[in-house]
């Protein structure tokens, strides 16, 4: 999977794609720590998800295959 991400003056816009595999269950994670254990959970369904979020002052992201 793969995660594109750009900015605007107030909105972080976030791409997820998927490899091809449709037996991959993608999901993207949204964090406000670096460990994850709080994480917002998104499934991305049918291989692609566009997603805005607003600034804030820390978000991390990362996408899982499994």
Do not use: W
């Amino acid at each position: 999977a793969h995660l594109d991400i750009s900015t605007t003056t107030d909105e972080v816009e976030l791409t997820v794609t998927g490899d091809g595999d449709e037996d991959s269950q993608i999901t993207l994670k949204k964090s406000s720590d670096l460990d994850f254990t709080n994480s917002e959970d998104t499934p991305v369904l049918g291989g692609k998800l566009n997603l805005t979020y607003p600034v804030e002052d820390q978000a991390f992201f990362r996408v899982v295959a499994e």
